[in-house]
């Protein structure tokens, strides 16, 4: 890849007394860029971390022993990064066991590599560094775990009643004529006899002749009919008139709230109500809870002013702020074609929303300006402020799911109490969706994702063997038994157009081919491609069969990585190569890695020689399949 020569101030001259001062300077210069405090925080973080390390190794240079003063132009050959990690892993400063989670390590590499690469763009170090891959980030603790198919059941065998509940507040009571005028009450005999069965507040049923009778609720539910006019209403002092109801209700009966809920009402629309329908949205939306608490009442449109389809507005202020999730990708499959589902994810979101708007269609007047633009609205039912109107927050979301798992007795997989968080749900969304066969890159849309390594971290490791994952293994391995079969019986090189497949390997400009005339079907499908004649969509060669890298390809390899990045900055711009460019580019520093196909010295020659090299049939290798 070119440079383009920019003109800097100089950079500062490290000494004894400051020996890593290029460092600091580089790394301010990077931090000047940003504005979010989360990413300032992170270089900063970064730079103390890569100081350590220059501290305790001397970028394993023994010179730096006797003069510590760190150049960079010398210390960030090819090699830096790879140094860096050699450091992580010979220390315990990572992961379960050191003093950084794994998420914050990765965070910091990255931020670490990102300088070297603005110290390279900006000609403050003549070599580009070569990337290594850091091992997958793992979450140390539960929160932020995809919930396991047994604990999702489980939830879910609780929730779905609670969410029938709160659906059926919608509908009109419907009165049932059981039961008698509790308050009349015979002065002589005895409440077991026949006669008195049906009298008082603990009316007597039999449900047969031959057993003893059992309290029934039905006198209960006649007085809230025909007295309480089927409003539901607690002890608060204007309702007074009806304390011998409450009275009996908690005495008798379990409690008002319990009585009130196996009859299918409710006084107010409390997180009891709510919280059941929050839950459905996060489980179908995979929306992170900032996410969620921010939806406004008229966060789901109908029709996006471009494409005429469904979509969901909300608010990720980590991520840019505002944001559009196309709730049709939820019903797509990876071929683009629906998914046959008995009901479309997109209506299904829709419904749970438009519920959520009804029920708390009357609280809106109540709440005041600032709050009633929010969807979820609910009515305080404690002591002090009861029936008040406010929006859920995170104390009432942690509060209600640690209840649920102590009433229920929630199990997590380990048989410890269930981590219940409404985080958790992000990932087994994002999971679920891999592994029903949707395509990486739509699951980075549904995220609000600007990086696909974001959104890989979210899908659960123990989940993550999916058509997508299984087609790049398969694609590596490939690529890698192809060069040991070369190995073994090395092939000439074709020099003429009858040249015989198996008996020569034919040049291509990304690498080399073992068979030009049978290409994936992929392109056999295209409508540009005949049969018989030799493939020439060349974008397609590390995800074709006939894939063969010798070591005189590494230096375009190199070159064509260097210009897929370069494209990739603007991605926005090409919309439609882009996926097909992160494809490949995840391929890349894959194969591109030490000692993966070639040995470290042999990618070091590569790189340099590429350092200047422009790949410039890049635009040619889009292949766009179905033209």
Known sequence: MSKTIEFHLPIPEPSFENPYAQVDWVFKEKLSLYKKKDTKAN???????????LQETNNYNPLLNSDPRFYIKDGWDVMALHKVKQWIQATNIGGTEGYLTSHTLTNMFSAIRQTMEYAYEHNYINRPVINVQMPTAVRETSLHTAYSNKEYTAIFDVISPLVQFSKGLLRPYCRTGRGREPRKVYRKGNPSDERNLGLGWACWVRTSNCEEPVISDDNMRWYFENVMGCTPVVGTPENKKHKAFFANATNIHGGLHTLYRKWGVSPLIDQDVLMPLAVKLVSETGLNVESLLSLKRDCFKEAHILTGLPYLEYEKPRSGGEKELHVMLYDKAEDGEFMALKQRQSQIISKTIKTI??????????????DRKHLLLYQSNARHGYGKVQV?????????????????????SDSKPLVFTLTRFRPTKFTEMVTQGYDIFDIMAVAGHKSITTTLAYIDNLKSTTDFHRRIQRELTIIKENKRAYERKPLPIATTANANPGQFIFKAPVCHCKNPYDPPDVVKNSKSYHAGDACTFWNMCLQCENVLITEMNLPKLFAYRNEIRRALSNVNEIPRQGELYKKILMILDEILLPDVLFPQERLEWAAELARDAEFEVLDTFIHHAGE
Do not use: C, Q
């Not at 270089?43 to 390390?53: H, V």
């Not at 979301?397 to 997590?412: E, P």
């Open 357 to 370: 708007l009804k029920l708390t269609e009357p609280l809106v007047n109540l709440a005041n300006e600032e």
């Open 392 to 412: 859920i927050n995170n104390k009432v979301i942690n509060n209600w799911t640690s209840r649920i798992v102590k009433d229920y007795d929630l199990r997590g």
């Open 43 to 53: 270089y900063k973080g970064a730079l103390a971390f890569y100081k350590r390390f």
